[in-house]
């Protein structure tokens, strides 16, 4: 019996290293080889470009030219390997980086040709890099003597920040469009010699006169370079929409207004207040607003046909027949596929001209498309069902679909081919009404069957009852009243408590503040699994300052680090734990901007950050 259990323990063990080993097999066969850079530097400024692969097994690595380039230092070499535990799945990585610290010899935009390396005699290549260099505004390279002057005028106003510094500019992809066409617009943040800790929106414009679709930014890199009226700035793109203008002649598009918090250092004209205290920063909170824009809308010319499905764009059409040869009583599927980019959404589907006896039923619609900055792409399928009642030999005409093409700035109409559709005579009785192919078409009420009078309605055995037999008087019958009375008097009582409740607001936020930290925790969790720097960092700041503000009720606009441990000491909260949490605000403001291994730092937040609100729910009660 022992030998027996010893001979399955050494199955197992020799099956689950086999599966480590296929596993690690797997993961050699999918090597990723990735280049990165920053999109934008400043002429005269130094930039590291790195090349990661997923592998340690590199044998020969070839950088391409920095022809445009100075190599300052490069290629220096980096191996990172640890095992995570995700969800209870084990991974191992092992990544090989090549660094590069480049300097440009002039302004442009310049291309970088991918990087090679060979592996176990494949050869790989990395993505191509494009840089821009930014001209030098001067800010970077002052004399002393000018810095110090700098330094007296920030210290004699400190707290004034211009509209130079930090600014919101609304931009359209095109001044000028045809109606239904679409046009991008983005509203980008403008930020020179501040810092921003965090955005907020307060008023988003309604958009009258367009159909409007907002792009998603959640997985894109905010944060850029850009050389404005010849100074340099940090960018961040807030927004994105797509406008489908609906009208023509110009449209006004209202001003979009956002409030940013601004961390500025604290000056001391005496040394010993820097000193001793603590606080190193203060928070300026600001409304900006971006300069109001409008868009030229010229009508669609004359002469629309007319079948015009009110598309504007560029599109193709193709269509199928589910089959030639019937039998009558059954059905038949005409699928047609719209495919393009355009105004997709806002198009009406083309009709067919079915022969008079068929039984029509309205098209089956699904779109599969996505939205892009040129509009939406993709395709829309749409499924004609019809059932013949009659045999013979029958035309379906071609199908067509015009629409007003922006390249050419003319209608254009597009046809399929006719069908041609034998029906022979069907078996008496033959139905359609229960099939699966007529079950998705729901808009007739029944199914007829033609050279049928009678229809059976019921063949099952029928039980009457005599008229005086009911269940009134019953106790069935009463409790019907009954219980429907009790429950009326317990709900009534339920909401009466419950909106005894909600009317005390601050202690309803008292009670909702940890489920509601909690959730911006598991949102928090899911950018940092994603590897969204600004937006993880953005959503535990929310978290932990949202959490004091709701466990205080005090609001988040009378909040700040000056304060925060003299609200926390009226509830007890040990002063250990409080400098932990402003510690955990500062190491996060920073990290969110800071070099270094993201990872790693983004672990140990959001770590901290959990720990300190569940340590802070134990501590504050009410």
């Not at 806002?346 to 079915?354: Q, T």
């Not at 009375?485 to 419950?498: D, E, G, S």
Request: aromatic share 8%.
């Amino acid at each position: 019996m022992i030998k027996v259990r010893n001979k399955t323990k050494a199955v197992w063990l020799l099956m689950l290293t086999l599966l480590i080993c296929s596993a690690q097999l797997k993961a050699d066969d999918e090597i990723t080889f990735t280049a990165k850079a920053p999109s934008s530097v400043i002429m005269g400024g130094q930039f590291e470009v790195a090349y990661t692969i997923n592998t340690n097994k590199v044998n020969d690595f070839r950088a391409p030219s920095f022809d445009d380039f100075d190599v300052l230092i490069g290629p220096s070499r980096s191996v990172q390997s640890y095992t995570s535990i995700v969800n209870g799945k084990t991974s191992h990585v092992n990544n090989m980086t090549y660094t590069y610290i480049l300097m440009p010899r002039k302004e442009g935009t310049y291309k970088l040709p991918g990087a090679s390396v060979s592996i176990k005699g494949k050869s790989y290549t990395s993505n191509a890099l494009s840089i821009k260099v930014l001209p030098d505004d001067g800010s970077s390279n002052q004399s002393s003597s000018s810095r110090g002057r700098n330094q007296q005028d920030v210290s004699r106003s400190s707290n004034q920040v211009t509209g130079k510094d930090i600014f919101l500019v609304g931009q359209l992809s095109k001044t000028k469009a045809s109606e239904q066409e679409a046009v991008l617009l983005t509203y980008k943040l403008y930020v020179a010699s501040v810092s921003v800790s965090s955005i907020r929106p307060v008023k988003i414009p309604d958009f009258n006169g367009f159909h409007s679709q907002e792009l998603d930014l959640s997985n894109s890199n905010r944060w850029d370079l850009e050389n404005y009226k010849g100074r340099n700035y940090r960018t961040a793109v807030l927004q994105q929409v797509v406008l489908f203008p609906q009208r023509s002649g110009q449209i006004n598009i209202e001003p979009a207004e956002y409030e940013v918090a601004i961390e500025q250092p604290m000056e001391f004209e005496d040394p010993f207040d820097a000193f001793f205290n603590m606080q190193s920063s203060t928070t300026i909170r600001k409304k900006i607003v971006s300069p109001a824009i409008s868009l030229n809308v010229d009508a669609l010319p004359a002469g629309k046909p007319l079948d015009f499905s009110g598309g504007v764009g560029n599109f193709s059409l193709t269509s199928s027949i589910s089959t030639n040869e019937i039998k009558a009583n059954e059905a038949v599927t005409i699928k047609l596929v719209l495919s393009g980019t355009g105004n997709m959404k806002l198009i009406s589907s083309p009709e067919i001209d079915f022969p008079s006896d068929f039984e029509v039923y309205d098209p089956k619609v699904e779109d599969q498309f996505r939205l892009t900055a040129q509009g939406l792409t993709g395709n829309r399928v749409i499924e004609y069902l019809a059932i013949p009642r009659h045999e013979g030999n029958f035309k379906i005409p071609a199908i067509q679909f015009s629409y007003f093409d922006l390249k050419s700035k003319s209608y254009k109409t597009l046809r399929t081919n006719e069908f041609s559709l034998k029906v022979t005579k069907g078996a008496a009785g033959s139905s359609t009404s229960t099939g699966g192919v007529v079950s998705n078409y729901t808009n007739k009420e029944d199914l007829k069957i033609l050279g049928e009078d009678i229809r059976f309605i019921k063949l099952n055995d029928v039980k009457l009852h005599p008229r005086d037999q009911f269940i009134h008087g019953t106790l069935t019958y009463r409790l019907m009243y009954i219980i429907p009375l009790i429950l009326f008097v317990v709900l009534l009582a339920f909401n009466a408590k419950r909106a005894k409740e909600n009317s005390n607001i601050a202690l309803m936020r008292t009670k909702k503040a940890n489920k509601v930290a909690r959730a911006r925790m598991k949102n928090a969790e899911k950018l940092l699994k994603e590897g969204n720097k600004s937006q993880f960092y953005d959503e535990v700041l929310r978290a932990l300052w949202g959490y004091i503000s709701d466990k205080l009720t005090i609001p988040l606009s009378k909040l700040s680090k000056d304060n925060i441990e003299e609200e926390l000491t009226k509830y007890g909260v040990e002063n250990e734990l409080t400098n932990q949490f402003i510690n955990t605000l500062n190491e996060c403001e920073f990290a969110k901007f800071a070099p270094g291994d993201d990872n790693q730092a983004m672990d140990k937040v959001f770590k901290q950050a959990t720990e300190l609100i569940g340590r802070m729910e134990d501590v504050i009660k009410h």
